[in-house]
């Protein structure tokens, strides 16, 4: 008998060898086939949709329209920017915009996400409270500010003035005179249209500070408390750096955002009064579509696109860098410890004297109302830390829950305040609205607005959103379904970069694509049509869907779809019947996050429709207004109406969403 110590182990398939390959496979990849079949359609609404319209964006910007003829200028376009005044304050405003609305952001939500972050009770019951704001549609907060800023009609004068606030605000200067008048001061227009996008984006900021924070090693705090460390040196030293890169691809991501925003400028204050908030976009909205001089705005676009590239370029590093083993450590290599250490001061003085020369006349009153908040925020942490040291914990805790609950209400405040002020606008007859009585509370409480507002092409406006939603929505997760399983798991030449576009395309602005798209809905007579939208529509929602799916389905253990392939499957059923099921999360976060970005966009739809009876509901809402006339009531419970499938969506479907972003965010 063989000794069983003796006896050979029983041999193992061995791994194809390159020998068994063809040659189209050894050039292109093992299933270069299978791989062209599942990306194909994405790649070709990518290319066809934002590559392509990109160059023909650069072709057009070297043309100009003389009367029924475009003619070839060569750089004509660029040139005259040098001396457009129009252009170069539409640059500042988009810099001060940005800068600003980043900077409050940035403390406002680490200071919300610290605070979540030690609360035991409650905590994802307020961050889903504080989370509405980006939730809601932008026309909504845009239409609903505007109300609560109006001089004659809306609650801000009326409420500081009761509270004394606004007056107090006069007296130091941070107004120029009481009662303000928010949108139509040139003084006062630009630090309301930053104050409602901080409002809009402070829970985007919290809930990912306060994801960075989960995520830091519970051990690290307790050793420095060993060791004696302040509550400031455990932030300084262990928060921080363990936020570094979460801050700076938020900060990114957001900045690129707001810089290329339009439509939330647009709704509020339409860039005016005169040019005081009017954003580049803008600029080369005025210039191509206003004016019909395509080659213009085209220009303004893409004169712009440096800079955008750059923060691009900083992004998709920071987002791959998880991907690729020792990346983390490639840029403090460059770096020697007190090139490290100054890096962040240089960039923070050089922000400032940026800021200090752009804006002189917002800067410190930015300065003071920012101080304000982080002097608060330090000097309850300062005394709670005293008291502590001296061994007074209950102090402690009884000023540090205090402080906490006292700064809680007040953001909740914030945040709400808005959308009750929405909801009973909604309910007021006009005749209430216009005397201003019983402002916080109907009296009786009617649905006069409601039965207004479809007497009218509302009801088409709300189908017409419905449809386009659903289909574009139905494309990109087909498509995104597809090549995210591809760059997941097949193998072939190209993988890689076609996963750097894909990310590319995520974050390139649309600011970049209305003009040229708008050229080539126009060329196929697709311009006031829902199809155009349908079309327009996956530029912004399936490279978010790919790359999510990218991440979500590396996250499923390769050997289910292994075992489904050695009994027979092919690869196309196991992508059926075992990843697509276990996908479910990953699916439906995908599916809410591009339904929720169609059903609120803006731009391309106010570009591309101009008949009524093709309209969405973003835009529909805006031509609701004539002129100087705003019916208050019919745009609250327009808005309260295009709020609640988005909010009922988000609540029901937040399980599946935290679920399929964290897989997706982790291995994307």
Known sequence: MTDLRTRPAPARPAPSSSSSLSTSQRLLGRDWRLAAVFIGPTLVLVAGL??????????TSATERHGAETVFVGLDNYTALLDDGVFHKGVLNSFVFTAYAEIFKVTLGLIAALMLHHMRRGRAIIAGVILLPWVVPTVVTAFTWRSLFDPIFGSV????????????????????????????????????????????????FTVTFLAGLKAID???????????????????????????????????????WTFNNFDLIWLMTQG???????????????????????????????????????????????????????ASDLG???????????????????????????????????????????????????????????GNRLAARLVSGGGTGIALVGLLGFVLAPLYWMTVTAFKSDAQIVSRTDDLWPTPWTTEQFTNLFTG???????????????????????????????????????????????????????LLFIPLYQMMSGIGL??????????????????????????????????????LVDGCTRFGAFLRIVLPLAKPGLLAVALFTLTNAWNEFLFAFVFITKDDY?????????????????????????LLISIPVVVMYAFGQRFLTEGLTAGAVKG
């Open 457 to 511: 092409t509302f009801g088409t406006w709300y189908v017409n959103t419905i449809l386009v939603s659903l289909a574009s929505t139905v494309i990109a997760l087909v498509c995104a379904a597809l090549a995210g399983y591809a760059l997941a798991r097949l193998k072939f030449r190209g993988s890689e970069s076609f996963t750097v576009t894909i990310l590319l395309t995520y974050v390139m602005p649309g600011a």
């Open 50 to 59: 934002i590559l392509i319209p990109i160059v023909s964006s650069v072709l």
């Open 218 to 256: 519970g051990s690290l705090y307790e050793a420095a408390i060993v060791d004696g460390a302040s509550p400031w040196q455990r932030f300084v030293h262990i928060t921080l750096p363990g936020l570094r890169n979460i801050m700076i691809v938020t900060v990114l991501l957001s900045s690129i």
């Open 615 to 639: 309209k969405t509901l973003p835009v529909g809402m805006q031509s609701m207004i004539f002129g100087d006339v705003v019916p208050q009531g019919q745009l609250a419970a327009a808005s």
């Open 157 to 204: 004068n009326v409420l500081l003035t009761d509270s004394g606030i606004g007056p107090f605000l006069a007296t130091i200067g941070l107004v120029d005179r009481w009662p303000a008048e928010w949108l139509s001061d040139p003084a006062l227009a630009m630090p309301a249209v930053i104050l409602v996008n901080v409002w809009k984006g402070i829970p985007f």
């Open 272 to 326: 005016g009064p005169g040019d005081a908030t009017a954003p580049y976009v803008m600029v080369a909205y005025s210039k191509a579509i206003l004016q019909l001089q395509l080659g213009a705005g085209a220009a303004v676009t893409l004169v712009m696109m440096p800079i955008i590239g750059v923060l691009v370029v900083i992004l998709v590093r920071m987002m791959r860098r998880g991907d690729q083993p020792g």
């Open 527 to 564: 311009n006031d049509s829902l199809w155009s939208l349908v079309l327009a529509y996956p530029t912004f929602t399936l490279p978010f869907a790919t790359w999510l799916l990218v991440g979500y389905f590396k996250s499923i253990p390769a050997d289910l779809e292994e075992a489904a």
């Open 332 to 390: 403090r290599r460059r770096l020697t410890p007190a090139q490290r250490r100054a890096l962040p001061w240089v960039i923070v003085v050089a922000s400032i004297l940026v800021l200090v020369w752009a804006s002189p006349h917002i800067v410190w009153k930015a300065a003071f109302v920012l101080g304000v908040f982080v002097l608060l925020a330090a000097a309850v942490g300062r005394l709670v830390s005293v008291l502590a040291a001296r």
